[in-house]
Nanobody
């Protein structure tokens, strides 16, 4: 398992922005694909953004054009810039790397969006 540490969550008004960070100090970051997931209250966790080791990005339809995933290889950190947040964007946000039983998760960071 790899240690992943998220930060940057908080309370934001609808229409506002937040930037989440996920540090991966023990990971061979340069070869790892990284993903951001969201778990709304009472719902299942879903992947919303992914970035490959080469920087190719993919987004869930619900966040396309609103969220941007990026990575800083020197800092072994992946970011999620969230713009125009909506109340339905609230939940716990997790970063992850790996696949299946080898997936490593961060502890999550709470995002609350007030209307």
């Amino acid at each position: 398992q790899v240690q992943l540490v998220e930060s940057g969550g908080g309370l934001v008004q609808a229409g506002g922005s937040l930037r989440l960070s996920c540090a991966a100090p023990g990971l061979i970051f340069s070869i790892a694909a990284m993903g951001w997931y969201r778990q709304p209250p009472g719902k299942q966790r879903e992947q919303i953004a992914r970035i490959t080791s080469g920087g190719t990005t993919n987004y869930a339809d619900s966040v396309k054009g609103l969220f941007t995933i990026s990575r800083d290889y020197a800092k072994s950190t992946v970011y999620l810039q969230m713009n125009s947040l909506k109340p339905e964007g609230a939940g716990v946000y997790y970063c992850a790397t790996g696949a299946g039983s080898r997936t490593s998760w961060g502890q999550g960071t709470q995002v609350t969006v007030s209307s």
